[in-house]
C-alpha cells in the first residue's frame, strides 16, 4: 500500500510510445503496447522531453501568444504516477486507479445493434483496445483538487496508494470534483458508508446527481448513497456558473457519455480533465464516431468528443482523460 519509495524518484525505464504522426503521448507507461522500448537514463528523458514540447510547438503558427511557451512535459515518477508542472503555479499528477496496464475488448464498441462491428474490426484487428482507469490530481496555489476517484480500494483501486506515492492523504484534498458519477469515478469516495476524503468540499454538476438520484439501479443507489455521506459538504452546480468552482477551475457540458458529463478547464493554463470522452482511444481517434456501450446517449457523446478534442487542439492543451491509455495525458497537435 504504502509506495513512498517511489516518492520523488524517476524511473529508470520508460516505454516510449511512438504514436500516429501528430500524436504526442507525453509519457508513457503502456508496457503491454510497445512498439518501441528505450532504456533511459534522466538525461535522455530530458532530452526526449525537450524534442516532445518543441516539436509539438514547432507544429503551431497561430501566433497565440499561450501557444508560443513551450508545452508541459510529464516525467514519470513511479509505477502508474506521472507529473507535469502545467505553469509556475499548477502541476498535475496523473494517478492510475487500475494496478496494471490493461486492455478492453473491442466489442465493446460494436454500437447498437452491432451496427459498428466491421468497422471496429476493422480498426483494431487485434480485438482489444488499451485501456485504463485515471484520477487527475492539481495543485494549485498551494490547494489540491482531485479530480474523480476511480473504482475503490475494495474494487482492487489503488488511488490511495498512487496518492501516498507523491506524499498525499485523503485528508489532505481541498477539492473533489466529478466528472460524472459512474462507479469507476466515485467508488474511491466511500470505504463502507464513511467518506474517504474527511476534509475534501465536493463538486458535482447539479445535471448529473439529478439524473442518478432517479435511478433505481445500482448505480443510482450508489451515487445516492455517496452525496449522503459527504453531507453539507456537497455543492451541486449549475454549469452556467462561472464561479461555482474554486482555483478557477471551469465547467464546460460534455454531455452523452451520461446526461450531466462534464468536462474541466484550470483557467490561464492548458490542461483540460475531459473525463469519460474517450473509453478506446486507439480506437476511437481513427474514427470518433466510434461510441462504447458506457456512452448512454452514444450520438451526443461523439458530438461532445469530436468538439472537445478539437478544441483542446486548437489551443494546444493537455488532455487528461481517465481512460486515456498510458499515464492518461496527451497532446494532440493538427
Ligand atoms: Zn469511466
Known amino acids: 500500500m504504502v509506495h513512498h519509495q517511489c516518492h520523488l524518484t524517476i524511473e529508470k525505464q520508460i516505454d516510449l510510445f511512438c504514436p500516429a504522426p501528430g500524436l504526442h503521448y507525453l509519457c508513457i507507461d503502456r508496457t503491454n503496447h510497445t512498439i518501441r522500448n528505450m532504456k533511459l537514463n534522466t538525461l535522455s528523458i530530458a532530452t526526449l522531453a525537450i524534442t516532445l514540447a518543441f ?12 501557444q508560443e511557451k513551450p508545452l508541459p512535459v510529464a516525467t514519470a515518477i513511479c509505477e502508474g504516477v506521472s507529473q507535469l508542472e502545467i505553469d509556475s503555479v499548477t502541476t498535475l499528477f496523473t494517478l492510475r486507479d487500475n494496478a496494471k496496464p490493461t486492455t478492453q475488448p473491442n466489442r465493446l464498441f460494436y454500437g447498437k445493434d452491432n451496427k459498428d462491428s466491421a468497422k471496429v474490426e476493422q480498426l483494431s484487428p487485434g480485438g482489444t483496445v488499451p485501456s485504463s482507469i485515471h484520477a487527475f490530481l492539481v495543485k494549485k496555489d498551494n490547494k489540491l483538487a482531485l479530480f474523480d476517484t476511480g473504482v475503490g480500494s475494495e474494487k482492487g483501486g489503488t488511488l490511495l496508494a498512487r496518492l501516498d506515492s507523491v506524499g498525499y492523504a485523503p485528508e489532505n484534498i481541498d477539492y473533489l470534483i466529478l466528472t460524472h458519477m459512474h462507479g469507476d469515478h466515485i467508488g474511491g469516495m466511500l ?15 447539479q445535471i448529473e446527481y439529478q439524473y442518478w438520484a432517479t435511478q433505481s439501479s445500482a448505480n443510482g443507489q450508489l451515487a445516492t448513497k455517496t452525496v449522503e455521506a459527504y453531507g453539507e459538504r456537497v455543492h451541486l452546480f449549475s454549469l452556467t456558473d462561472t464561479t461555482a ?16 458529463h462534464t468536462t ?15 473509453h478506446g482511444y486507439d480506437l476511437q481517434k481513427q474514427d470518433m464516431n466510434i461510441s462504447p456501450s458506457y456512452d448512454i446517449n452514444p450520438e451526443q457523446a461523439a458530438e461532445s468528443r469530436k468538439f472537445y478534442f478539437q478544441f483542446a487542439r486548437n489551443k494546444h492543451m493537455v488532455i487528461a482523460g481517465m481512460h486515456l491509455p498510458g499515464n492518461g495525458v496527451l497532446i494532440e497537435t493538427e
Open 55 to 66: 516539436g509539438s510547438t514547432a507544429c503551431n503558427n497561430s501566433g497565440n501568444e499561450q
Open 264 to 278: 474541466y478547464r484550470v483557467s490561464g493554463t492548458r490542461l483540460l480533465i475531459a473525463g469519460d470522452l474517450m
Open 191 to 205: 470505504r463502507g458508508d464513511s467518506a474517504v476524503f474527511t476534509r475534501a468540499e465536493i463538486y458535482i454538476p
Open 245 to 260: 468552482l474554486p482555483l478557477g477551475i471551469r465547467a464546460m457540458a460534455a454531455v452523452g457519455h451520461t446526461p450531466g
